[in-house]
């Protein structure tokens, strides 16, 4: 019929660009012996550590605020070095590290009780999940911090929801080592610390003290602190260290209150509580052993006693009373 041809050529067309882009046939088939392998992905074993491990082979979100980045900064306490980091948000009340909050992950005003503070491998949490005391941490004896984000608790335990932060503190060396400073600042604020250490053989120390006042930017928020405390470090051999150290932290401070907007828009820094006052005690002592099984592994064991007390004082004219506390972990 008229036009048959080209309508056949045109189907012709058709059917080889099909073959082409759609390869079927025998020319397209494989036989098993062709067939290439599955590819095959190296076993991953995920697990958690708490020893030393470079941080590029940890399986965790963690970061590290270096001695570098301390001595660069103009934080004032430990909770002030975790402001930059990623995540993490800290509040302070009273404006001197004695109420700082440090929340991780978002957890609000449950934070306290869901993140994990270790100084030197140490809980320092309070037992009554009512958070850290950042101020008893002198910032002059911090050698790194690192921020572990993530649910920590099958490792560390409880207090680990949202994640740790471990603080590790400087080690003494063989090498004879001292210093002091001065520290002034805004509302008669002043610090006064020194440090100094050495060693001899295999054993080396390490003290410090520290003592800071300040009357605080609003009425009754003053703060008055002492900080003593020392290292001692003793290499029994080549693969066995012993290590004994401790420390003294002793404080007061006022109690300004909450103001409701009004109050504040008159005058922000009055108090609503000019009696108000809290004070707390608290020292410990840890001796620890660490043992290199080559082979074997690492054997780390830790000894530890604290002891902490407080003291808060609520007076009023029609019902006074005296509210005490004191634990021992």
């Known amino acids: ?78 909770a002030d070095l975790l402001r930059r980091e990623e995540g993490v948000v800290v509040r302070d009340l009273l404006g001197n590290g004695k109420t700082a909050q440090v929340d991780l992950r978002g957890f609000g005003e449950t934070a306290g009780s869901n993140t994990l503070v270790l100084v030197d491998g140490r809980r320092v949490n309070e037992i009554d999940l009512s958070g850290t005391d950042w101020a008893q941490i002198p910032i002059e004896q911090i050698e790194r911090i690192e921020v572990l984000r993530g649910p920590g608790s099958v490792l560390y335990g409880d207090n680990a929801t949202a994640g740790v932060i471990n603080i590790i503190t400087k080690s003494p ?107 707390t005690r608290d020292y410990f002592v840890k001796a620890g052993l660490d043992w290199d099984l080559r082979t074997l592994g690492q054997l780390l064991a830790d000894l530890s006693y604290r002891d902490r007390s407080g003291d808060s004082k609520f007076p009023d004219a029609f019902f006074p009373f005296k509210n005490d506390f004191d634990t021992e972990t």
């Open 1 to 78: 019929e008229e036009g048959s041809f080209p309508m056949k050529r045109r189907r012709l067309t058709f059917v080889l660009i099909a073959m082409l882009i759609f390869p079927w046939g025998s020319s397209a088939q494989t036989t098993s012996e062709d067939e290439p392998s599955p590819a095959r992905l190296p076993e991953v074993v995920v697990t958690g550590t708490r020893s030393t491990e470079e941080i590029r082979r940890i399986p965790a979100n963690i970061s590290v605020i270096t001695a570098e980045e301390i001595r660069s900064s103009n934080a004032k306490t430990a």
């Open 173 to 279: 060396s063989g090498k004879l080592t001292a210093g002091g400073g001065v520290t002034l600042g805004s509302y008669d604020r002043y610090r006064v610390d020194a440090q100094a250490g050495g060693g001899y053989g295999r054993t080396a120390v390490s003290f410090y003290g520290s003592h800071e006042d300040s009357d605080g930017y609003r009425d009754n928020n003053d703060y008055r602190a002492d900080d003593f405390g020392g290292k001692a470090v003793w290499d029994a051999t080549d693969r066995i260290r012993l290590n004994l150290s401790g420390s003294y932290h002793e404080d007061s401070f006022g109690l300004p209150g909450a103001l409701t907007q009004s109050e504040v828009n008159a005058d922000r820094r009055q108090t609503v509580n000019p009696d108000d006052q809290g004070s």
